[in-house]
């Protein structure tokens, strides 16, 4: 063969890519080699002819002054291996890149499309933000981005900068700063967000525009390690951050943490905002350490006010507030984030969860108000977190210091396999509402939870509630798996209300469930008036499982107080429909109730017993009330045991003989412990009997009770104790 000679063309051709290089420090302002970034002649349609020396370590693109783009270029990286480009400033004057669009122009102000080892850094010296870019609207039509990342974009950090953008439409797409395509090592840090004050762009109808709708808008479908964090977020129209479309591919690990979301524009906000909003399918989200409210960061200065109008009172749409709502997702970790400092005319949501496993405080617990019970958090109906979709966690979580004029909920869920535990709901005041507020199906645990001087009441309308409401919504023939209700604190309960007539409060509730409720501690008051029907746990419709057993009521200590004006009975414990099997063992129940007509009573059951009552502690105010069987009104324990058959081992007292200072610890105070110190601790000290599953009390989840009548007998109510008690 001759070499000389092409007998085909060559599969892998030699191919040269012939480019000039630009200098090491590249200036981009008035009187510089490039008079802007993205207009005609400008650095960034450079970046498409000219490479920087891929030898060096770090190159830098300084800008100088004040830029007037039209978007029109993207910068692009046309060669480069580990040489790191730096695009920032130099002086401690903040320089305005602007685009002002007077047309139909869909062309964001600036466009990384498509690098990689790029940094853009406002900062001079080391502090400040001195680069604002700003994406100016002034059509009746949708956003266009402040910055937009478009095709391929790895190891990008935007740090220190401005952010804003505008839109003049109602509910329609468009970011400040629009994260899509193909993301890797992408980090977005200590950067404002915020509205367009250069101009006063009006709309048709008279109102001012120039809120963006989002503040940072993600719709990458292959992302690894993203990272929003320690960014202000202000003054956006609907969404802070938004994540949507289905993320098919990649790792997908994304974290929002240390974020700052607060609004102190005097611009009135025509829509209801949602700080992080998560409507896609995908996993490894995490977001951490966020505060939201206030008008500055940390949820500092004024409440965030939300503003309605009287056209949607009337229509029932009102403005309302949500700080976290994943409506999408396979997994989301929700932890250590801040709400406060809002006040919100309708209804308020910290975190809402209708899509995902969520796993909420169980690393480092949400804290919904303010520690310091200051009402930082006001409404017209809150919900603290609300969660419909299946196997979550909510943990550790607190809700303090938050008022609203209307519905109350502090922790909502409707989903199975739940975990609800050491959460704390402390503080809260409403007209009405379900504190723990749980439809499960299936298993679930609920557990070590407090609910501290929490109160209902108006004076204008009726007041009720209920601190723990649990709802097994399966029909008694099938066999739910057992809930677990155990350890939880329900400290000084109170309601107060003027108006409405044998209205419900309740401690624990429990509908239509199969449940073990054992070692909790509840303490209830109410004020003068009002005709309140006041009941410790309440329990009806059970239904039964497998094992034919339904609840199971075990070393409860349950404390009621306060006085009735009308004809109201109060009861310490309340079965309805017991045709099922029932449990009622060692537990005390103590009701200090006092007036009306009504009857105060210490168990009470509509249908009988089909399983076993015993070795309990009953104590009522009167010598001739006691409990109640079915129609009647056993006024002694004898009579109780002739009517039921049951409570053979029981104990019974009145308040008068058992004064309730000399039984408990402080229970004005919600402090149902025993007093250790008093001759009445022997009332139930040894006098419970084990039960074989039930090895921990209310304030210890290790193994301190017996479980064997050969090991020993155990104390009635939900403390395990040793007395000091000589006699």
Same mark, same amino acid.
């Given at each position: 063969?001759?070499?000389?000679? /092409?007998?085909?063309?060559?599969?892998?051709?030699?191919?040269?890519?012939?480019?000039?290089?630009?200098p090491?420090?590249v200036?981009?302002?008035?009187?510089?080699?490039?008079?802007?970034?993205?207009?005609?002649?400008?650095?960034?349609?450079?970046?498409?002819?000219?490479?920087?020396d891929?030898?060096?370590a770090n190159?830098?693109?300084?800008?100088?002054?004040?830029?007037g783009?039209?978007?029109?270029?993207?910068?692009?990286?046309?060669?480069?291996t580990?040489?790191?480009?730096?695009?920032?400033?130099?002086?401690?004057?903040?320089?305005?890149?602007?685009k002002?669009?007077?047309?139909?122009?869909?062309?964001?102000l600036?466009?990384?499309?498509?690098?990689?080892?790029v940094?853009l850094?406002?900062?001079?010296g080391?502090?400040?933000?001195?680069?604002?870019?700003?994406?100016?609207?002034?059509?009746?039509?949708?956003?266009?981005?402040?910055?937009?990342?478009?095709?391929?974009?790895e190891?990008?950090e935007l740090?220190?900068?401005e952010?804003?953008?505008?839109?003049?439409?109602?509910?329609?797409?468009?970011?400040?700063?629009?994260?899509?395509?193909?993301?890797?090592n992408?980090?977005?840090?200590?950067?404002?967000?915020t509205?367009?004050?250069?101009?006063?762009?009006?709309?048709?109808?008279?109102?001012?525009?120039?809120?963006?709708?989002?503040?940072?808008?993600?719709?990458s479908?292959?992302?690894?390690?993203?990272?929003i964090?320690?960014?202000?977020?202000?003054?956006?129209?609907?969404?802070?951050?938004m994540?949507?479309?289905?993320?098919?591919?990649?790792?997908?690990?994304?974290?929002?943490?240390g974020?700052?979301?607060?609004?102190?524009s005097?611009?009135?906000?025509?829509?209801?905002?949602?700080?992080? /909003?998560?409507?896609?399918?995908?996993?490894?989200?995490?977001?951490?350490?966020?505060?939201?409210?206030?008008?500055?960061?940390?949820?500092?200065?004024?409440?965030?006010?939300?503003?309605?109008?009287?056209?949607?009172?009337?229509a029932?749409t009102?403005?309302?507030f949500t700080?976290i709502n994943?409506?999408?997702?396979?997994?989301?970790?929700? /932890?250590?984030?801040?709400?406060a400092?809002?006040?919100?005319?309708?209804?308020?949501?910290a975190?809402?969860v209708?899509a995902?496993?969520?796993?909420?405080?169980n690393?480092?617990?949400?804290?919904?108000?303010?520690?310091?019970?200051?009402?930082?958090?006001?409404?017209?109906?809150?919900?603290?977190?609300?969660?419909?979709?299946?196997?979550?966690?909510?943990?550790?979580?607190?809700?303090?210091?938050?008022?609203?004029?209307?519905?109350?909920?502090?922790?909502?869920?409707?989903?199975?396999?739940?975990?609800?535990?050491?959460?704390?709901l402390?503080?809260?005041?409403?007209?009405?509402?379900?504190?723990f507020?749980?439809?499960?199906t299936?298993?679930?645990?609920?557990a070590?939870?407090?609910v501290?001087?929490?109160?209902?009441?108006?004076?204008?309308?009726?007041?009720?509630?209920?601190?723990?409401?649990?709802?097994?919504?399966l029909?008694?023939?099938?066999?739910?798996?057992?809930?677990?209700?155990?350890?939880?604190?329900?400290s000084?309960?109170?309601?107060?209300?003027?108006?409405?007539?044998?209205?419900?409060?309740?401690?624990?509730?429990?509908?239509?469930?199969?449940?073990?409720?054992?070692?909790?501690?509840?303490?209830?008051?109410?004020?003068?008036?009002?005709?309140?029907?006041?009941?410790?746990?309440?329990?009806?419709?059970?239904?039964?499982?497998?094992?034919?057993?339904?609840?199971?009521?075990?070393?409860?200590?349950?404390y009621?107080?306060?006085?009735?004006?009308?004809?109201?009975?109060s009861?310490?414990?309340?079965?309805?429909?017991?045709?099922?099997?029932?449990q009622v063992?060692?537990?005390?129940?103590?009701?200090?109730?006092?007036?009306?007509s009504g009857?105060?009573?210490?168990?009470?059951?509509?249908?009988?017993?089909?399983?076993?009552?015993?070795?309990?502690?009953?104590?009522?105010s009167?010598?001739?009330?006691?409990?109640?069987?079915?129609?009647?009104?056993?006024?002694?324990?004898?009579?109780?045991?002739?009517?039921?058959?049951?409570d053979?081992?029981s104990?019974?007292?009145?308040?008068?003989?058992?004064?309730?200072?000399?039984?408990?610890n402080?229970?004005?105070?919600?402090?149902?412990?025993?007093?250790?110190s008093?001759?009445?601790?022997?009332l139930?000290?040894?006098?419970?009997?084990?039960?074989?599953?039930?090895?921990?009390d209310?304030?210890d989840?290790?193994?301190?009770?017996?479980?064997?009548?050969?090991?020993?007998?155990?104390?009635?109510?939900a403390?395990?104790?040793?007395?000091?008690?000589?006699?």
């Open positions: 063969t001759d070499v000389n000679t /092409q007998l085909s063309a060559p599969v892998n051709p030699l191919r040269l890519l012939v480019y000039g290089i630009l090491d420090t200036y981009v302002g008035t009187g510089k080699q490039y008079t802007s970034l993205t207009n005609d002649g400008g650095f960034f349609q450079a970046t498409a002819a000219y490479s920087f891929t030898t060096k190159v830098y693109v300084i800008i100088s002054s004040d830029l783009e039209s978007g029109k270029y993207p910068m692009k990286v046309l060669y480069n580990s040489c790191k480009i730096h695009i920032g400033t130099n002086t401690p004057v903040l320089k305005t890149i602007t002002v669009s007077g047309f139909v122009d869909n062309d964001p600036l466009t990384l499309g498509g690098v990689s080892n940094v850094d406002g900062r001079v080391g502090t400040g933000r001195y680069l604002r870019f700003e994406c100016v609207n002034e059509l009746t039509r949708y956003e266009m981005a402040a910055m937009e990342l478009s095709g391929t974009n190891n990008v740090s220190h900068l952010f804003a953008s505008n839109n003049t439409k109602t509910r329609v797409w468009g970011g400040s700063l629009t994260l899509l395509d193909n993301l890797r992408i980090r977005v840090s200590n950067n404002l967000f509205y367009i004050t250069s101009k006063n762009v009006i709309a048709p109808d008279g109102s001012p525009k120039v809120l963006p709708t989002m503040a940072i808008a993600l719709t479908a292959n992302m690894d390690s993203v990272i964090q320690d960014n202000e977020i202000s003054n956006f129209a609907l969404n802070g951050i994540l949507t479309t289905s993320w098919t591919s990649g790792i997908n690990r994304v974290r929002i943490e974020n700052h979301f607060y609004y102190n005097p611009v009135y906000n025509t829509e209801s905002p949602v700080a992080i /909003q998560v409507a896609a399918s995908f996993g490894g989200l995490k977001i951490s350490n966020n505060y939201f409210g206030g008008t500055a960061p940390f949820c500092g200065g004024d409440k965030w006010k939300i503003t309605t109008t009287a056209a949607r009172d009337r029932g009102g403005y309302f700080g994943i409506s999408g997702a396979d997994t989301v970790s929700i /932890q250590g984030n801040v709400f400092g809002l006040q919100i005319p309708t209804y308020f949501k975190i809402a209708t995902a496993s969520a796993y909420i405080g690393e480092n617990g949400n804290i919904i108000g303010k520690l310091s019970r200051d009402t930082s958090i006001y409404g017209g109906g809150n919900a603290g977190i609300n969660v419909t979709a299946d196997n979550a966690i909510i943990r550790n979580n607190i809700m303090q210091g938050v008022y609203s004029i209307g519905e109350i909920n502090g922790i909502q869920t409707s989903v199975k396999n739940q975990q609800i535990s050491n959460n704390q402390i503080g809260l005041s409403g007209l009405r509402g379900t504190l507020n749980i439809n499960v299936g298993s679930g645990t609920i070590g939870n407090l501290k001087d929490c109160i209902f009441q108006s004076t204008t309308d009726a007041a009720y509630g209920t601190a723990i409401g649990i709802t097994q919504p029909p008694s023939t099938l066999a739910p798996a057992a809930l677990v209700v155990e350890r939880n604190a329900i000084n309960l109170q309601c107060n209300t003027l108006i409405g007539s044998y209205l419900p409060f309740i401690g624990i509730s429990a509908t239509n469930a199969a449940a073990i409720f054992r070692n909790n501690q509840i303490s209830m008051r109410t004020g003068t008036g009002g005709s309140l029907v006041v009941k410790g746990l309440n329990i009806t419709t059970p239904v039964t499982r497998a094992d034919n057993t339904t609840n199971r009521i075990l070393y409860n200590t349950i009621l107080a306060g006085q009735a004006p009308n004809a109201e009975y009861y310490g414990i309340y079965l309805d429909d017991v045709n099922a099997q029932q063992l060692n537990n005390i129940v103590y009701n200090n109730r006092t007036g009306g009857k105060h009573l210490a168990l009470s059951t509509t249908s009988g017993f089909a399983a076993s009552a015993n070795n309990n502690l009953y104590i009522t009167s010598a001739d009330v006691l409990n109640k069987f079915k129609t009647n009104d056993p006024g002694s324990i004898a009579q109780w045991r002739n009517s039921t058959g049951q053979a081992a104990y019974a007292a009145t308040t008068t003989a058992v004064p309730v200072d000399s039984l408990f402080n229970a004005t105070a919600g402090n149902l412990d025993i007093n250790t008093s001759a009445m601790s022997w139930v000290n040894g006098k419970a009997l084990p039960v074989e599953d039930t090895y921990n209310f304030s989840s290790t193994h301190v009770r017996s479980t064997a009548i050969n090991t020993g007998a155990t104390d009635i109510g403390d395990e104790f040793n007395t000091s008690s000589r006699t």
